[in-house]
């Protein structure tokens, strides 16, 4: 599972959201703080949506402590909204399937995230669920706009 785990980062890395899905079994769930739950086609979206969006910037992820369930990983960019850096880091679990990832769960400090992001607003509401329930509704609404322009 080690390989599917590295496979799944070096793709992501290079911003190859089809090589990326290729390796979630077809009734995933995807879980982090930024999008709440995602399953199936919807969670495949999300990755291939953060992929186009991210072509040509200065994305990087890098992957470490790699386990037969787990990873370790980090993203550095710039978040668009607001022009500020980013460094994230996230804590994995892997669920695996039929020889595919089943369940996915990201985890990080959100309101890290959102001090780095967002700046002082970020460092004021970050922490608290209204701003995670807000993130995540903003999220989701870009991503159901990438999916009506892909269908």
């Not at 703080?33 to 040509?56: D, I, T």
């Not at 804590?91 to 990201?106: N, P, Q, S």
Request: with cysteine; aromatic share 16%; net charge positive.
């Amino acid at each position: 599972m080690k390989d599917i785990i590295n496979q799944f980062y070096t793709a992501f890395n290079a911003l190859d959201a089809e090589a990326m899905v290729s390796l979630y079994h077809d009734d995933i769930t995807f879980e982090d703080p930024a999008f709440g739950v995602l399953k199936g086609e919807r969670a495949k979206n999300m990755w291939r949506m953060l992929c186009e969006s991210q072509q040509g910037k200065d994305f990087k992820v890098e992957h470490s402590e790699v386990t037969d369930n787990s990873a370790f990983w980090q993203a550095h960019y710039t978040f668009s909204k607001t022009g500020r850096k980013v460094h994230n880091k996230i804590h994995a679990r892997f669920e695996f399937k039929d020889g595919l990832i089943y369940k996915h769960t990201d985890y990080f400090d959100l309101h890290r995230w959102a001090k780095q992001a967002l700046g002082f607003s970020g460092a004021v509401l970050g922490w608290s669920g209204y701003f995670k329930k807000k993130l995540q509704s903003q999220t989701n609404r870009l991503l159901d706009k990438y999916e009506q322009s892909k269908a």
